[in-house]
């Protein structure tokens, strides 16, 4: 079942799932701002618009924020020379973003055949219906949660896609939220995690903490099984030694984990105050987010045995 999201913590996802945050900025409040950029303006390129692999290439999204990193990763993967491609989290509804990426693919001369999201928040599903009738074709969009379908058939657990000749696995990895899935790519070796694992940061959980523990160590044993060469993330740039990124999410979250343990032991009883001991040294912007994330790990230790 999925869990009800805090009032404040949907608003930050439904803005980051928009061009909203443009107009905001013009009257000099953007509430989801990324602390690290100096002008918190949307829009800004980097190395990671661009970035991939021989059949996936990412489109960056221009919606910057603490909640979305750099902005959101469109992904477009095709085999060479194919004329189809798919096209993994179309970003938010921005008509610009979802145009630009349109506008790739015919400049490649190859056209969308099917549309994959690797789960239902706002920055990455909220353009996927709009991009579906901008690329034509009666073009579905694919999704665990039927709720972000377009179509009738849905995604999960041991799905392989093959639309123009592509092989992309697929595996439910809950825990960023309950209907969160990782793509294999393994022509190329490739990782797609959405939100489970990000080029840099650690993500906030929706989900449950044992659930998102249990993803990361399946998705650290598949990656070594399947010698994974790099791993496509749904916010910052690619991760070219998926298992020592992935070692880093597990120690991070045990040794989080672990300072949650001794600062409830020395008295804390809320998340707020758990954050305020845990997190003292972090930007205090990022500490409602962090809030979120305290909270499950404070599920996760009252429902352990």
Known sequence: MTRRVPWSRAVMWRLAGTSVLRHLETLGWNPVRHPDRASGRMGDMSEIDGMGTERATCVLAPNPSAMTLDGTNTWIIGEPGAEEVVVVDPGPKDGKHLRRVADVIAGQGRRVGLVLLTHGHPDHSAGAARFAEIAGGGVKVRALDPRHRLGDEGLGEGDVVTTGGLELRIMETPGHSDDSLTFWLPADRAVLTGDTVLGYGTTVLEGKLGDYLSSLDRLRTFSADREAAVILPGHGPKLDDPLAALDHYIDHRRERLAQVEA?????????????????????????????????SQLDYLNERP
Not at 273 to 284: K, L, Q, S
Request: aromatic residues 10%.
């Open 263 to 295: 600062a409830v032991a020395g008295g804390a009883r809320t998340a707020r105050e758990v954050v305020e001991i845990v997190y003292a040294d972090v930007d205090r912007t990022l500490w409602p987010a962090a809030e979120w994330s305290v909270q």
